[in-house]
Nanobody, 128 residues
Framework: QVQLVESGGGSVQAGGSLRLSCEAS????????MGWFRQAPGKEREGVAG???????TYADSVKGRFTISQDNTKTTLYLQMNSLKPEDTAMYYC??????????????????????WGQGTQVTVSS
């Protein structure tokens, strides 16, 4: 059974940085794509960044140039480096993964429906 566990959230002031991590376990197949999502109170969950099985990266316009998605060499740990944080980045952040044969590309890699496995989330709060 696939399990995803996020960590690294916290409270920072605007302009600060945080690095989120997501540890994956229980993978049964050779390759998975992964992504980061966030959900603010009263809002729908939205895609932030995705990384494909070939290492291709997709970012939401709102985070381009500020956030960077990456993986370790084993591709079981996903990271999200968040710089120049803004109050509007405040949300619960979730990582997600999908087995390679179902992975979407391009903007669809940021779709909530594109992923089967989800973590429990880690809170990020940015104060002004």
């Amino acid at each position: 059974q696939v399990q995803l566990v996020e960590s690294g959230g916290g409270s920072v002031q605007a302009g600060g940085s945080l690095r989120l991590s997501c540890e994956a376990s229980g993978y049964m197949y050779s390759s998975y794509c992964m992504g980061w999502f966030r959900q603010a109170p009263g809002k729908e969950r939205e895609g932030v960044a995705g990384i494909g099985t070939d290492g291709s990266r997709t970012y939401a316009d709102s985070v381009k140039g500020r956030f960077t998605i990456s993986q370790d060499n084993t591709k079981t740990t996903l990271y999200l480096q968040m710089n120049s944080l803004k109050p509007e980045d405040t949300a619960m952040y979730y990582c997600a993964s999908e087995v390679f044969w179902s992975c979407m590309t391009g903007i669809q890699a940021l779709g909530v429906d594109s992923y089967t496995y989800w973590g429990q989330g880690t809170q990020v709060t940015v104060s002004s």
